[in-house]
């Protein structure tokens, strides 16, 4: 399929990046041609450089602030949403004069306001109007039956507010933004300038959203997208003017007439412009439906001015904000961008963009014109039936005007058009709604926040939440190079986090709190920085401050006790043991087997090759243990947690051994049982299903253990080695394999809740190699031989096994799991896959024997 994007901006950018990913992840294949008549891409993200007495600075004029970054990955930073309002009087001098960028000393700026009854009934009013906005915004977002036809006035006069409000706060905000006069603010419609206010976030005093902006500017976000298409095959024309789109003659399809005469022919077109440029691109052929909806987006004008004036921001400093309106009531307002302020930029020489100035500003840098959809009802209107048109004939349109004027509305429409053309539903566009956390939530952000702002220094961490704020903690560095771009979905995200710890960030994830950007390392980064914080910190000699009487400390500890206790019920007594087993191991056979390798060996491998298999790095792992335990044909080899039966296959078919493996998993037997059978192995290998304390009494030439060690529990160790010393023939070698925590922290680990414990090991364990090592001397006559730390081709094996298990999540639902099981389990992978790359627990292969075994061999 051959598309044409005409239009270069944001619209046809995204537009054009949509279609070509689809057609990278496997969909039909698409052809895409962006037409731009413009020299370069990225129609109003435009950045230039200026000189402020130091250096060159690079500023963005038209894209400031913007919510749909991080889905490109280029760098951001947090940008200040605040705004002032400066009314003048006849002759000049200061009506009202508030701001919301500097708390209280900026909204008291003029000192006069305090004794004003009108000023704190306007200040009382904002707050209600905040309120009853989003109500009205709630009601008509999810009930398309209401009306929108309703005016600002209406809503105004509806809901009782002052003049005082409408003059210091309202009309300011609407004239400074549409360029419209204050008469004609109260005509528009109600339910464009409520959304777009609250998309803004116009609608509070203080605590104001601090949106994402391009750290490097905006031209690194084109030159990305740039990038992007032609690594994917778009063929882009700059300076290239597209003079008609017309259909074929007695053909399906389109032609596009360049303004030079050349042409090409498409199957579908993307107009990425203006309404009224799309009109007159498709000329005669418009349809009336077309015409009409589209004609009744209309644009003004507006002179905009890089200046360094600052005239036209509010006389008071304090009131200074990232938006500045300014103005009359009776001549209308400007707003004034204070580009210092917006993208962190240090200079102390102030770089203001303003739009629409009564006049000529002092000190102007540039200045341009551009144009803005006036938010007539007329518009709101023809918005709601933009689905009559698009794509009814094999055209799409998308712009800003499918919003309210902005960037982020054009990459939004952009996407939707695409999506549309390629046969998924094409929805109007919908902001992401703002988090608004109950007060006991909001807490617990705060508390999130501080925290983290104390605790994570290296590493780079960004929380984005839906509607548009953003946390940024740390930076990348050579001790910890990662990033990671959290997106919160839900403001309970910080109260699990805050108040369990651990377990809580993993129930935040998979109860959909919050997800990654990043959907294999995001994750995985995340974790990786907060380890390496934790051991910063430590080597530092940093304890972490705790509020003890704090109330969310309280609720901390008694989530933390309810953990405690359950753990406590899991003890691995001989009978409790067996339940913990089950609830893992007897998930289902067939659902392991979505996940690991052909032999079913569920532990750690040990890889030689970088881009080596899995099964074949599993298949050294178990020779590396045979040999190990130096197995040969009359010897009996005892299993303990034989799983399903790999080891026993590959050891009798390398050595002829006898072999007898124990599991307390009924699947695990029954799977195993069946491969051996499989193989004709039933005369040398048998299984038992028994607790490794109630093995009939033998003696083997060797024993064998791996992964299940970690089973047994702190206070059955001892037993443990107990029955090896009982079991094991005199000359025999006992090998283990068992993941290991640092010494320094398993006093810590083993009574603290952890969500491995929680969720998928009921009863488990990870020792430190100095427990086993103190249960080996307390209960046994064993000596250390060799140890082996494999631990760090565990991450490359739980990498394998995740890839695994999402590639075949569709069959894990078909097997009757759900959704939450799949995020439980991803994050158990990557949870534990974090854990070895950091080299925070390991894996180690452990030889023991008796002093003076001949089997070993003189030195």
Request: glycine fraction near 8%.
């Amino acid at each position: 399929m051959k598309v044409a994007v005409v239009g270069g901006g944001v619209s046809g950018l995204a537009a054009a990046h949509e279609l070509l990913l689809a057609a990278s992840g496997g969909g039909d294949g698409v052809r895409v041609t962006l037409y731009e008549q413009e020299e370069s891409l990225g129609g109003h993200a435009r950045t230039v450089a200026v000189d402020d007495g130091t250096g060159r600075v690079h500023l963005d004029l038209g894209f400031m602030c913007f919510n749909q970054l991080e889905g490109l990955g280029v760098e951001m930073e947090r940008s200040d949403m605040s705004f002032s309002v400066s009314t003048q009087l006849k002759g000049g001098s200061r009506g009202c004069e508030w701001g919301n960028g500097n708390g209280i000393p900026g909204l008291l700026a003029q000192k006069t306001n305090i004794l004003k009854p009108s000023f704190w009934r306007m200040v009382r009013e904002i707050i209600k109007f905040k309120n009853d906005a989003l109500t009205y915004l709630e009601d008509h977002e999810h009930n398309p039956d209401l009306d929108h036809n309703e005016t600002l006035g209406q809503f105004i006069q509806s809901h009782g507010y002052s003049p005082s409000f409408q003059e210091a706060y309202l009309i300011p905000v609407c004239t400074g933004m549409w360029s419209c006069s204050p008469q004609d603010v109260l005509s528009l419609s109600a339910f464009f300038v409520l959304s777009f206010c609250r998309n803004n976030d116009l609608l509070q005093l203080f605590r104001h959203t601090q949106l994402p902006t391009v750290k490097p500017r905006s031209q690194s976000y084109v030159n990305k997208v740039k990038g992007e298409l032609e690594s994917m095959g778009c063929l882009i024309k700059t300076s290239c003017r597209v003079k008609s789109v017309s259909s074929l003659d007695g053909a399906a399809g389109y032609r596009v007439l360049e303004n030079d005469g050349s042409e090409e022919t498409f199957d579908s077109v993307i107009l990425g412009v203006h309404a009224p440029n799309a009109l007159k691109l498709l000329g005669a052929e418009a349809t009336h439906q077309e015409l009409r909806i589209l004609g009744a987006c209309q644009y003004v004008q507006r002179d905009i001015y890089l200046h360094c004036d600052q005239n036209l921001m509010p006389q008071n400093p304090s009131a200074w904000s990232a938006w500045n309106f300014l103005g009359t009531t009776s001549r209308g307002f400007s707003v004034t961008y204070w580009l210092n302020q917006i993208q962190k930029i240090g200079s102390v020489r102030p770089f203001l963009v303003t739009l629409n100035p009564p006049g000529v500003p002092d000190h102007v840098l540039l200045k341009w014109n551009t144009s803005l959809p006036v938010p007539s009802v007329a518009a709101a209107k023809a918005y709601l039936q933009l689905d009559q048109i698009q794509g009814k004939r094999g055209i799409w349109f998308c712009g800003a005007y499918q919003g309210h004027g902005f960037h982020e509305d054009g990459l939004m429409a952009g996407k939707a058009a695409a999506q549309g053309l390629l046969g998924k539903k094409c929805e109007l566009l919908l902001y992401p709604k703002q988090i608004i956390p109950s007060w006991t939530v909001a807490g617990a952000r705060l508390a999130f926040t501080r925290f983290f702002m104390q605790y994570v220094s290296i590493g780079n961490l960004i929380f984005v939440e839906a509607g548009g704020s953003v946390f940024s903690f740390g930076k990348a560095c050579n001790k910890c190079p990662v990033k990671s771009v959290v997106r919160v979905h839900d403001p309970l995200f910080y109260w699990k986090a805050t108040t369990e710890g651990e377990i809580g960030l993993g129930e935040a994830y998979i109860n959909g709190y919050f997800s990654c950007l990043d959907k294999r390392e995001g994750l995985l980064n995340l974790i990786l920085i907060l380890i390496a914080n934790r051991d910063e910190r430590k080597s530092r000699g940093i304890a972490r401050k705790r509020r003890w009487g704090s109330p969310l400390h309280v609720i901390a500890r008694l989530s933390y006790a309810k953990y405690v206790l359950r753990h406590a019920s899991r003890k691995n007594t001989a009978a409790q043991t067996r339940r913990n087993i089950s609830q893992h191991y007897d998930l289902s056979n067939d659902f392991f087997s979505l996940f690991l390798d052909k032999s079913m060996t569920y532990s750690c491998a040990v890889f030689k090759m970088e881009n080596e298999s899995l099964e074949a790095a599993q298949q050294r792992k178990l020779s590396l243990l045979i040999d190990k335990a130096k197995v040969e044909r009359e010897h009996h080899v005892l299993d303990i947690g034989s799983g399903w039966g790999s080891l026993a296959i590959q050891m009798v078919k390398q050595t002829g051994c006898k072999y007898t493996g124990v599991t307390l998993s009924e699947e695990q037997l029954k799977y195993a049982e069946s491969k051996v059978r499989e193989a004709g192995l039933e005369d040398h290998i048998t299984f038992l299903l028994c607790d490794y304390r109630l093995i009939p009494p033998y003696k083997y030439d060797a024993i064998i253990s791996c992964g299940m060690i970690e089973h047994v529990g702190h206070e059955y160790m001892d037993e443990f080695f107990a029955c090896c010393e009982s079991y094991l023939a005199e000359d025999g070698i006992l090998v283990l394999q068992f993941i290991s925590i640092a010494e320094e922290r398993y006093e810590q680990y083993r009574r603290r809740p952890h969500f491995v414990k929680e969720y998928i090991f009921p009863g488990g364990c990870i020792p430190s190699l100095a427990r086993v090592m103190s249960a080996m001397t307390t209960s046994s006559r064993f000596s250390i031989e060799h140890v082996e730390n494999i631990g760090p081709n565990y991450y490359t094996t739980l990498m394998h096994w995740r890839d695994n298990f999402m590639a075949n999540k569709d069959q894990v639902l078909e097997l009757g799991f759900d959704e939450k099981f799949i995020l439980i389990w991803e994050f158990y992978l990557i949870y534990s896959a974090a854990g070895f790359k950091s080299r925070a627990v390991g894996d180690y292969q452990v030889v023991f024997s008796r002093p003076g075994n001949r089997r070993l061999g003189m030195p």
